[in-house]
């Protein structure tokens, strides 16, 4: 497959894998330019640098075809020397436990997205699998700020209604629902509602849509008008 | 000072302590039959061993006056062998993160009472200080469960009070709250409604008084019965 376009950068917006050879090609001869990889969802503080550390043996492994991404120049480099980018992302706040000082740990280390929240609460905030979402915590207050001081991104995929409206406001810089579909095109738990997605933009943050079949209505019933 | 009775058990309630021979020589020789000895707070799981391994240094150096008590049997042996029985408690959830199978770990280590927070959110429930309390979450819901099969107390101390209510609740067994006053007697975050105690009571649990300088009023405005 040729590469879309020299003037775009083409970012896979969220995968997790049991990475190998064939897929890291799979995505090169793509013309992925990026990828947002999930590293961890329950794992603690240890086993999320032990994470850390296999992702490099990738990077040796498949040097020609991969490269770690920690800023939006390595990703501009990591196209101008024909490869694809990686960017770490946390799929909950499990590896910070409860202590603030491990975010720039990972920061350091790489790691540019955490979700607060992977369904079930944590002490930060609520996920959207809870009857009852707790909203922002005050150390969810704390992380956050700490987040956006750093210049990692606040993930609100997985995180219940109330979760969503505190973190967007409590942040102040833009927010990002990694993986979601609007509610409006089918309604389920981990999917968003339009009053949050309205929020979300006016303070410039994004969505990136999900093809997890959870997420989907039949594509039979729907036009693309439904995605706009 | 002399023992109090032959025919009581005289157990204090709770400490946290820079343990050393002194303290519990002081224990011993004021009739202390045993004491609920909170070994962490925010420690994490390796931290918590940790703890529990330094217990057992304490135990071997002091031998001839303390001794490690996992069942009420073993605290009747102390009595009778004239030792003061230490009863092991965590005043928080953060030693078993997000794995249910932690907590029979603990419980065969001798951990006997753990609470669900200890004044913020945890991954279980709301703390006492969260303007928004979440109640007992889903995970919360699975440790009480998990608790009460084992034998290992809920205690409610520092929780919030739809969190309190709703362990009550969802436990089988007896519930504590090991160390706080009610809100009747000197309102304080911390202190305990009146509703809560009611609820509390009628399950056959337990509220131990606390001697924290916050959870006390001005004693010199009240009297005995305030306590009663």
Chains 1, 2 share one sequence.
Request: aromatic share 10%.
């Amino acid at each position: 497959m040729s590469k879309i376009s020299e003037d775009i950068l083409l970012i896979d917006g969220l995968e997790y894998c049991n990475w190998n050879r064939e897929l890291f090609e799979n995505a090169h001869q793509a013309g992925l330019n990026a990828i947002h990889a999930t590293l961890v969802y329950w794992e603690n503080t240890e086993e999320s640098f032990e994470k850390i550390n296999y992702w490099h043996r990738l990077f040796k492994e498949h040097h020609d075809i991969i490269a770690h991404a920690k800023t939006t120049e390595d990703i501009l480099d990591a196209k101008k020397n024909d490869k694809v980018a990686i960017i770490f992302g946390f799929q909950n706040s499990a590896p910070i436990a409860n202590d603030i000082f491990l975010i720039e740990k990972f920061f350091e280390a790489g790691v540019r997205f955490m979700q607060l929240t992977y369904n079930n609460q944590t002490p930060l905030a609520g996920g959207c699998f809870e009857p009852k979402d707790s909203g922002v915590s005050r150390f969810g207050k704390a992380v956050i700020e700490e987040m956006n001081r750093l210049g990692m991104i606040v993930d609100l995929s997985h995180a219940g209604k109330q979760t969503c409206l505190d973190a967007i406001e409590v942040s102040n810089k833009p927010v990002a629902i990694s993986h979601a579909n609007p509610n409006f095109f089918h309604k389920s738990k981990r999917n968003i509602d339009t009053d949050i997605l309205q929020k979300l933009v006016k303070k410039n943050g994004f969505i990136g849509l999900s093809l997890y079949p959870y997420h989907l209505k039949n594509l039979g019933d729907c036009t693309i008008e439904d995605f706009l």
